[in-house]
Each structure stands twice: as structure tokens, then as C-alpha cells.
């Protein structure tokens, strides 16, 4: 009942910002902790980022904390993920995941998930 789609993805210059949204359909974000993980070619999906049901507890990877923000909106069905000072490991396809009750850096503890949205980072 909850559908994910992300936007937002490009190419974008070491140093440089992009903000990603995942908005839903269907149902709101109000009874889901959201999750925002990442897959480059070759390697396996890592955590980049997640919010608390309430957008009251955030938690990030180490390699992302003090560059990226996750957060929720007022209208509780969009999640953004702003990145800043990118780097070229950042390169991956970034997806957006919702679940009920969630290990916040464990993908398969999600129910639902978007297509993802490419992010490049040139060097």
C-alpha cells in the first residue's frame, strides 16, 4: 500500500550538494521509520541514512555523518536526504525503503522500497 519513489539523482562535481526526495503514495510516512541506503556496481547495499517514525532520532553511517541530513517534511510523506561535500565514493544508486519496525541499518528489516535514483560524483 506504500509506493516510494525517489528523484533527485545526477551527476554532480566532487564537492558538490544534491538533495534526494522520497515521496509516497498511497498511505503516509507516519507509521514507518524511512531509510535511505546505497548500492555501487560490484558491491553490496550499505546504510546511508535513517529517520524515526516521529523524525525525532536520525542515524547515518560514518562515512555520510556531517555531510548528509535526512529528515521529514511537515506533511509526513516525503523524506528528503540532502548530501553535501560529495565525494566520489558517494557514486551509487541511492534507494529510499519504509518499514514498521526497522534495525535501522539492516536493509531487510524494511517492507517497502523505491526503484532508486542514480547518483555520480565526478572526480
Known amino acids: 500500500q506504500v509506493q516510494l519513489v525517489e528523484s533527485g539523482g545526477g551527476l554532480v562535481q566532487a564537492g558538490g550538494s544534491l538533495r534526494l526526495s522520497c515521496e509516497a503514495s498511497?498511505?503516509?510516512?507516519?507509521?514507518?521509520?524511512m531509510g535511505w541506503f546505497r548500492q555501487a556496481p560490484g558491491k553490496e547495499r550499505e546504510f546511508v541514512a535513517a529517520i524515526t517514525k516521529s523524525g525525532g532520532i536520525t542515524y547515518y553511517a560514518d562515512s555520510v555523518k556531517g555531510r548528509f541530513t535526512i529528515s521529514r517534511d511537515s506533511a509526513k510523506n516525503t523524506v528528503p536526504l540532502q548530501m553535501k561535500s560529495l565525494k566520489p565514493e558517494d557514486t551509487a544508486v541511492y534507494y529510499c525503503?519504509?518499514?514498521?519496525?526497522?534495525?535501522?541499518?539492516?536493509?531487510?528489516?524494511?517492507?517497502?522500497w523505491g526503484q532508486g535514483t542514480q547518483v555520480t560524483v565526478s572526480s
Open positions: 525503503a519504509a518499514g514498521r519496525t526497522v534495525v535501522p541499518t539492516l536493509w531487510g528489516t524494511y517492507d517497502y
Open positions: 498511497g498511505r503516509t510516512f507516519s507509521d514507518y521509520s
